[in-house]
């Protein structure tokens, strides 16, 4: 397969920023506020309720450098953890009409028709649970090696909780999010070393407990048949980029896949608690301009979610980031 780059990394946050103290007295939790913090958040940000998740996507997509937008878009994959967040249609009209319509107002293409993405096709990513923006990775990266006439593939995850809804998950702090990136054959930023997905639907329902007591295991699964299909080991990562999960998660994981604690990077987790899909791309761009990344550094991106899923991705960088 031809290399292919990721580059060009944007993300939006919902409007509100609350302390995890205000979301206990306001009933969006299950665990104390204590609780949470222990584990490492502090903050987390939620969605007016006139700002949808599409807003959420248009807002990243905006931050992306414009020229890169204007050279060319062949393909848009638009990503959601959420299913309901990948259709902006109107039930209320849907129950009025009986006019299935009003169901099938697609955000991905609605994205599309508004930055004037016009040759590019629309993929939509909806199974994967908080891993889907690894999976929008990996599909444009496909994408490419079977059309050898496209050049950059958009990259799009977006989503937030209905109104009502509690902001914890699996014993996470949420926040409403979406992230962006372009992925090209034109040499930037990342190399696509390699991805790879487990999912074992049998847990599809799994409860919170059941998730957390599955997360050692399948990480480790997930991170040692990553790296055989790299060629590589644990000695030739220089970072490992995860989901902001349990503090506690990634201050073990290390020792059990046997890479430095110093080499793992989520600093996002404080402020943004868990951003859905977002997260590995948040802590990413962190990396990238945090002056510690040299060419040729090897970047391990990891992530799990509902359904269940894991994917990993292994990155190399390009350049000496600033």
């Known amino acids: ?37 222990s584990a490492g958040f502090e903050w987390h940000h939620m969605c007016e309720p006139s700002t949808t998740a599409y807003d959420l996507a248009a807002a990243a997509v905006r931050q992306l450098p414009e020229p890169e937008l204007r050279a060319g878009v062949d393909a848009i994959v638009y990503a959601t953890c959420l299913p309901g967040n990948g259709n902006v249609g109107d039930p209320a009209r849907w129950r009025a009409s009986g006019d299935v319509m009003h169901l099938m107002d697609f955000p991905g293409s609605r994205l599309q028709a508004d930055f004037g993405l016009d040759d590019a096709v629309v993929v939509g990513i909806t199974q994967q649970g908080c891993t889907t923006m690894l999976g929008a990775l990996r599909m444009a990266r496909a994408l490419l090696a079977a059309e050898p006439g496209w050049r950059r593939v958009l990259c799009v995850t977006a989503d937030r909780f209905p109104e009502g809804s509690l902001y914890e998950h699996s014993y996470n702090l949420i926040s409403d999010s979406a992230a962006a990136c372009l992925v090209g054959r034109a040499p930037a930023g990342f190399r696509m070393v390699t991805s790879h997905q487990i999912t074992n639907g049998g847990l599809h329902r799994a409860t919170n407990d059941e998730t957390l007591g599955s997360y050692f295991s399948y990480i480790t699964l997930l991170i040692n048949q990553t790296l055989q299909r790299a060629g590589l080991d644990a000695g030739d990562i220089t970072w490992v980029v995860p989901q902001n999960t349990n503090r506690a998660a990634w201050q073990i994981m290390p020792r059990v896949i046997k890479i430095e604690p110093s080499r793992v990077w989520q600093p996002s987790l404080p402020d943004n608690g868990h951003a859905i899909s977002a997260d590995n791309l948040i802590n990413l761009a962190s990396l990238a301009t945090s002056g510690q990344v040299r060419r040729g550094d090897r970047v391990l991106l990891v992530v799990a979610g509902y359904g269940l899923n894991w994917q990993a991705l292994v990155l190399e960088a390009t350049e000496e980031f600033a």
């Open 1 to 37: 397969m031809a290399d292919v780059y990721v580059d060009c990394f944007s993300h939006a946050l919902g409007d509100t920023k609350a302390h995890v103290s205000e979301s206990e007295t306001a009933g969006r939790l299950l665990s104390s506020a204590a609780d949470l913090g």
